[in-house]
């Protein structure tokens, strides 16, 4: 019989010499699943990805989104995600960090996508996220809101809500609300 287990630790011993006695951290299945989905990225040119706290943190990474369509036509958006280490089989928590006037994004940041609540599906990747979300910023909904005074303009005057998006990103006022400058 073979002794499989003995072989595994024989190659991580062999593995820990290698990095000069380091032990090796045995990446968790939510990690290799995202590393797999990062390495296949295939991302619109007015998209980027970060990692602020370095290529060794794949779980906590941003996503910069610049729509080129659209009422946020020049604007620049900056989205955390947070992936849980059972990651697919729960959605990443995603946060928008540029605070922006929009019928789907409240004033907090928290999203609203399907794809991230109650569509969520383990066969959904990375990629699917991020072409959503650069989805809501040239096709706002505003049947399914967040920001209930933004979707009530754009459903009943969408030259206001595109008056309204374009002084936000300049950095304005909406009512009583400032936005800091986005473009």
């Known amino acids: 019989?073979?002794?499989?287990?003995?072989?595994?630790?024989k190659q991580r011993e062999l593995a820990e010499k290698a990095n000069g006695g380091a032990p090796v951290k045995k990446q968790s299945a939510g990690e290799l699943r995202l590393h797999k989905d990062i390495t296949e990225l295939n991302l619109p040119k007015s998209c980027a990805i970060s990692f602020p706290n370095?290529?060794?943190?794949?779980?906590?990474?941003?996503?910069?989104i610049r729509p080129d369509?659209?009422?946020?036509?020049?604007?620049t958006f900056l989205f955390s995600f947070q992936v849980s280490p059972i990651y697919?089989?729960?959605?990443?928590?995603?946060?928008?960090?540029?605070?922006?006037y929009h019928p789907n994004i409240d004033l907090e940041g928290n999203v609203c996508l399907n794809i991230l609540r109650e569509?969520?599906?383990p066969v959904l990747n990375i990629n699917t996220i991020i072409y959503g979300l650069y989805h809501l910023f040239t096709e706002?909904?505003?049947?399914?809101?967040?920001?209930?005074?933004?979707?009530?303009?754009l459903r009943d005057n969408p030259k206001?809500?595109?008056?309204?998006?374009?002084?936000?990103?300049?950095?304005?006022?909406?009512?009583?609300t400032f936005f800091p400058r986005c473009m």
């Not at 019989?1 to 630790?9: G, P, S, T």
């Not at 369509?69 to 604007?75: H, I, Q, T, V």
């Open 1 to 9: 019989m073979i002794r499989l287990f003995k072989v595994k630790e």
């Open 54 to 64: 370095g290529k060794d943190d794949l779980m906590n990474f941003e996503v910069s």
């Open 69 to 75: 369509d659209g009422y946020y036509l020049g604007g």
């Open 88 to 100: 697919p089989h729960e959605a990443p928590k995603v946060k928008c960090k540029t605070k922006v």
């Open 119 to 121: 569509d969520w599906k």
């Open 140 to 153: 706002p909904n505003y049947e399914d809101p967040l920001n209930h005074d933004a979707a009530a303009v």
């Open 160 to 176: 206001m809500f595109e008056a309204n998006v374009r002084r936000a990103m300049a950095g304005g006022y909406v009512g009583q």
